[in-house]
């Protein structure tokens, strides 16, 4: 007898400030805003470009909304996931935005990764922003890219093992992950993976967020 | 004397000449002057020959494919804004892309309109940086 395996959608994103600041990753966000409108503005308008292709990419899919669970990078398991994400869309998280979007029809948010792990990111991160002001529109921090590494290769693992453990059968999981992560490679010995991609605007975002 | 502005360079490189063809009219008629090639190693020759703003690179191609030919432009020249453009792309090369520093990733089919957007978005952000 054969198994069929599980079909997972994956979708890599790019993060912007927007869709980490509520959980502390950065400080003084409003002033590196007022201090780069131009540049702000067009990273808003090609990160919005890039959610609206995958929202219109997932539409077409088709999927069961009611049978979908979504995994979301960075959403801590904490009980508070979906104050969380409204928190993030208000802020004006076009990620965030969308999960909500498709909560409304049917599909199921679930807390993701390890709070532990991502308080050590945002640590991390903040430690190198004190010291580079400005650093997240420069190239990727050498040191950060070193010491993130490690840490990248825990939460995988920790969010692979909580996809193991919360999907239901029959239902089809929806995962949001960074460019930079290596989870669909932990995936893709279990689940028949489908990648949703449209525009990736590397250029455009700040690289230190997804190095 | 009449000034003329001068038409920012695209090369384009791609294999499939009727998309590569269609690109290049596109961006003609867009202002821009577009430069082509049907494979990873003319396009390496011509990025160093013509020097151009903005480079759109396929990344399925024969012989050499488009990180390979990434690979190389980058040994010569770290600055060039490159757009991936491609069908099906696997993720793992589109991940080896952004390693080296591919400015954009647009997947096919894409509206016009968005494209040439993309690459104004390109050569706006170019300007800034050398103003």
Redesign the interface.
Known sequence: MTTEMCRLI?V?ILHVREDVDELGAMSGSSEAKEKEP??ME?QR??VG?MWSGIAARLAELGLPWERTRIYQDGLPVCWTELKIVAQLAEYGSRNHQLLLDLREKGAKLEGTEEMELLMKEYALLNAIFMKTPGAEQAAPIPEYQAKSAELLKARDEFIFNRINSTLQEGEVPLVFMG??HRL?KLLEKDYLIS?I????????VGAIY?A | MENKPVRRKILVIDDERDLREAIAELLEKSGYRAICAAGGAEGVRLNEQENPDVIVLDLRMPGMDGIETLRRIRERDSEV?VVILTAN???DT??EA?GL???????KP?ENR?FIG?VG??L??QM?VNR
């Not at chain 1, 991609?197 to 455009?204: A, D, E, H, K, V």
């Not at chain 2, 520093?101 to 997947?107: N, P, R, W």
């Open positions: 994956y890599p131009q540049a067009e308008a090609a470009k460019v930079m669909d990648h991609i449209y525009r990736l605007p590397f250029g455009s997804n | 804004s792309g696997s993720f589109i991940r952004v520093s591919a400015s954009e990733y647009l997947s894409f968005e993309l978005d390109l706006w952000r800034a």
